[in-house]
Nanobody, 115 residues
Framework: QVQVVESGGGLVQPGGSLRLSCAAS????????VAWYRQAPGKEREWVVD???????NYHDSVKGRFTISRDSAKNTVYLQMNSLKPEDTAVYFC?????????WGQGSQVTVSL
């Protein structure tokens, strides 16, 4: 069992930056893929970015060039650096840790981009 906890959300003005953290209770480096999803009010949860077990990164077109996913194996933590934030980035951001059919989700972290 892996417990996943997101942190780092908050309120930021358009153009600002935030860094989300996804901390896992056990070692995930080399074992699990990690993805970030987000869910805006009234909308379905959507995939944002992921990093594979081997380290390959994939980004949704809407965040390319603005968001960066990285990982710290020593801390069992994956980060999502979000720059040039837009109001449409407002959502609850969820971290998903997975390996095959085994999936763990965090509770989510609210990101609000507003004046």
């Amino acid at each position: 069992q892996v417990q996943v906890v997101e942190s780092g959300g908050g309120l930021v003005q358009p153009g600002g930056s935030l860094r989300l953290s996804c901390a896992a209770s056990g070692s995930i480096y080399g074992l699990y893929a990690v993805a970030w999803y987000r869910q805006a009010p009234g909308k379905e949860r959507e995939w944002v970015v992921d990093i594979s077990i081997g380290g390959a990164r994939n980004y949704h077109d809407s965040v390319k060039g603005r968001f960066t996913i990285s990982r710290d194996s020593a801390k069992n933590t994956v980060y999502l650096q979000m720059n040039s934030l837009k109001p449409e980035d407002t959502a609850v951001y969820f971290c998903k840790v997975s390996r095959g059919a085994t999936v763990y989700w965090g509770q989510g972290s609210q990101v609000t981009v507003s004046l």
